[in-house]
């Protein structure tokens, strides 16, 4: 594993939010990111929560933290690890896309709270600070204040994202193009008697695994194509953009026509989980193999993409 460079703080602690693994060779075009693995609870956030044992286990993507890590230790692939949890703030979410009625002083002057897309996933209670989750209801006892989300934003989310970005641009400088897989885990998306899905949509019923890529928007079709052929060629069928497109790092990162592709990978976590999907099971290594394996592939494409951008030498 490279060395590590931690940046940002945890409200309250001296803890760093979260830390990036970049090698200065920078042996592969690729970034492998999980936003949603952080477990650095502070007694202040655990107090506030009306049932932080639940509430953690559903917000988490429960060690897939772990799973990056190993991705990145088998192929060399630059690696950025939140520890702040997503109960504290949600890295995979724009700073507007806020229920400011979570907020003691409301929201700031001129900001839209009705009908915007900037906050359609906190209308649903999932946006920048979650405040609902299904089977629970309400997470925390009460409001927080305008300063408590300031410095979240300020000291967890500002520099995590100046972080990503900069790697990217070091990766692209190197290769000529770079790839960010965001790594995700999702809960079954089980086939329901009617046809549906038990999950937040129809689409993409009973996939272990579903690549985002915002429709084309944050990647070349080619390598969200070669990550769905990769799969397919082990057996493990993929879904496409159903259910899960991909979020706000997807948005602000990729930028295909500059080089920077970004694809948001989610994996099942019956995979690589036990059965109360809270600790890592007996199959975790393989699909840690399998993931591998498709990071190598898709630096291989990326490669390619980026020798046709870099400037020929003189001869």
């Known amino acids: 594993m490279q060395a590590p460079n931690q940046?940002?703080?945890?409200?309250?602690t001296a803890s760093p939010a979260f830390t990036m693994f970049q090698s200065e060779g920078s042996p592969l075009p690729v970034l492998v990111a999980a936003p949603h693995g952080?477990?650095?609870?502070?007694?202040?956030?655990?107090?506030?929560?009306?049932?932080?044992?639940?509430?953690?286990l559903r917000l988490e993507d429960r060690h897939v933290d772990h799973l990056a890590r190993a991705v990145a230790a088998a192929t060399g692939a630059a690696l950025l690890v939140a520890h702040a949890p997503r109960a504290m703030i949600d890295l995979?979410?724009?700073?507007?896309?806020?229920?400011?009625?979570?907020?003691?002083?409301?929201?700031?002057a001129g900001t839209r709270t009705r009908h915007s897309l900037a906050n359609r996933r906190a209308r649903g209670g999932l946006g920048l600070v979650p405040r609902r989750l299904q089977g629970l209801g309400e997470i925390w006892k009460g409001r927080l204040t305008a300063a408590d989300l300031g410095k979240r934003i300020d000291e967890i989310h500002t520099p995590y994202h100046a972080a990503l970005a900069g790697a990217l641009e070091t990766l692209r400088d190197r290769w000529g193009a770079a790839l960010l897989i965001d790594l995700h885990s999702m809960p079954p998306l089980?086939?329901?008697?009617?046809?549906g899905a038990?999950?937040?949509?129809?689409?993409?019923?009973?996939?272990r695994f579903v690549i985002g890529d915002r429709f084309g928007a944050s990647c070349d079709r080619s390598i969200a194509t070669a990550a769905i052929d990769y799969f397919a060629r082990h057996g493990r069928p993929a879904a496409h953009n159903r259910?899960?497109?991909?979020?706000?790092v997807l948005d602000r990162h990729g930028k295909p026509a500059r080089?920077?592709?970004?694809?948001?990978?989610?994996?099942?976590r019956t995979t690589?989980?036990?059965a109360r999907l809270a600790e890592p099971s007996g199959r975790f290594a393989g699909v840690a193999r399998l993931l591998s394996g498709l990071v190598s592939d898709l630096a291989e494409e990326v490669a390619r993409r980026g020798n046709d951008r870099l400037p020929l030498a003189a001869e």
């Open 198 to 207: 038990d999950g937040p949509a129809d689409e993409g019923a009973g996939s």
């Open 190 to 195: 089980k086939a329901r008697a009617d046809g």
């Open 7 to 12: 940046g940002g703080t945890i409200p309250g």
């Open 92 to 108: 995979n979410r724009s700073p507007d896309d806020m229920d400011w009625s979570m907020v003691v002083e409301g929201p700031p």
């Open 243 to 248: 259910p899960y497109a991909g979020g706000y």
């Open 38 to 56: 952080g477990r650095e609870y502070t007694p202040a956030i655990v107090e506030r929560m009306r049932d932080p044992q639940f509430a953690a």
């Open 272 to 274: 690589y989980l036990d």
């Open 259 to 268: 080089g920077i592709h970004a694809l948001q990978i989610e994996v099942c």
